[in-house]
């Protein structure tokens, strides 16, 4: 089992960026594929970027490609999201998530552990 916690949330203007962290605690951060995913009220868990084992591949949601970047860092035992170009539309609580020996995985039920989330917030 592994615990995650985010971290890095905040309000910031359209236009700017932000970069969340995820930090880690219990069975060891490479045998999970990472996973960020965001949520507004009312909506179903939204599916951002993920992350291989290892960190040598990354997918992202069409609305993610070319603005958000996902990394890892397993000997800190931490994962990071970079978000740029920041839009009111990426205003949601933002979820890290860990998938047991997964790969290229974006569906939120395929996730076996989750941090609390943190708020983004993005508006002048």
């Known amino acids: 089992q592994v615990t995650l916690v985010e971290s890095g949330g905040g309000l910031v203007q359209p236009g700017g960026s932000l970069t969340l962290s995820c930090a880690a605690s219990?069975?060891?951060?490479?045998?999970?594929?990472m996973g960020w995913f965001r949520q507004t009220p009312g909506k179903e868990r939204e599916f951002v970027a993920g992350i291989s084992r290892n960190g040598g591949s990354a997918w992202y949601s069409s609305a993610a490609e070319g603005r958000f970047a996902i990394s890892r860092d397993n000997t800190k035992k931490s994962v990071y999201l970079q978000l740029r170009s920041l839009k009111p539309e990426d205003t949601a609580v933002y979820y890290c998530a860990a998938d047991l020996y997964g790969y290229d995985e974006r569906r939120y039920w395929e996730y076996e552990s989750w941090g609390q989330g943190t708020q983004v917030t993005v508006s002048s």
């Open positions: 219990g069975r060891p951060l490479s045998d999970y594929a």
